[in-house]
């Protein structure tokens, strides 16, 4: 059965530090699809990043990067230089279909994230 | 473009009495989903709608929920005689392709008395 660990559940930082948070999968799958998702204070799921097992490669955004790892079966997202904007619960999600065949998205519990002024 | 939509955005209802919850995908989005956000259990997949597809339901809590799409579109979400334990944000979202990045509705909070 797929799973998604997101072991810290709040973390506090300063502005302008940097922060990782870290997301370990599990699935049995060979073709699945990993995701961050980001929800602020209002609410809505704002939609970051998608990678397919396939794709190792890391990717920086901006400020945000992201290291896949399938040795250790991790996608953990880095903040640089945080700013209070990124106060928000982040959410790691797994999506696999081959079995299913509906890839609905399987949630890690989230992080919450304080960036202090 | 016009992002998923939900309605309405606040519920608040009486134990044992049944609820609709709408949502209309981002246009041209065949695969919509419906997530619940609880404190409990945090984010579970309810179901999903794929074209004319028989919809995956395994993971309704109960027999109380069930869905439609009608048209491939609109989506309703019926909870009949809700429970306290019904009480979460249902969030809907849809994808262009199962295999896509599913866009979030911005949710329906639903309190049960």
């Known amino acids: 059965a797929q799973k998604v660990t997101q072991a810290q559940t709040e973390i506090s930082v300063v502005e302008k530090e940097d922060v990782t948070l870290d997301c370990v999968y599990e699935?049995?799958?060979?073709?699945?699809?990993l995701f961050w998702y980001k929800q602020p204070p209002s609410g809505e799921l704002v939609f970051l990043i998608r990678?397919?097992?396939?794709?190792?490669q890391n990717e920086i955004s901006g400020r945000y990067s992201w290291n896949f790892q399938k040795s250790t079966s991790s996608f953990n997202f880095t903040i640089t230089a945080s700013q209070v904007v990124d106060s928000a619960v982040y959410f790691c999600?797994?999506?696999?279909?081959?079995?299913?065949?509906?890839?609905?998205?399987?949630f890690g519990k989230g992080t919450k994230l304080s960036v202090i002024p | 473009g016009a992002g998923v939509s939900q309605s309405p955005s606040n519920k608040v209802t009486e134990k044992g009495k049944d609820v609709e919850l709408r949502c209309d995908p981002i246009?041209?989005?065949?695969?919509l989903y419906w997530y619940r956000q609880s404190l409990g259990q945090g984010l579970e997949f309810l179901i999903y709608f794929q074209g004319n597809s028989a919809p995956d339901k395994s993971g309704l809590p109960s027999d109380r929920f069930s869905a439609e799409r009608t048209g491939g579109s609109v989506s309703t979400l019926t909870i009949q005689r809700t429970q306290q334990e019904d009480s979460a944000v249902y969030l809907c979202?849809?994808?262009?392709?199962?295999?896509?990045?599913?866009?979030f509705g911005p949710g329906t909070r639903l309190l049960v008395l």
């Open positions: 979202a849809s994808s262009s392709d199962p295999r896509e990045t599913q866009y």
């Open positions: 990678r397919n097992s396939f794709d190792e």
């Open positions: 246009s041209g989005h065949t695969a």
């Open positions: 699935t049995r799958d060979t073709t699945y699809y």
């Open positions: 999600a797994l999506s696999e279909g081959e079995r299913a065949g509906s890839y609905q998205l399987t």
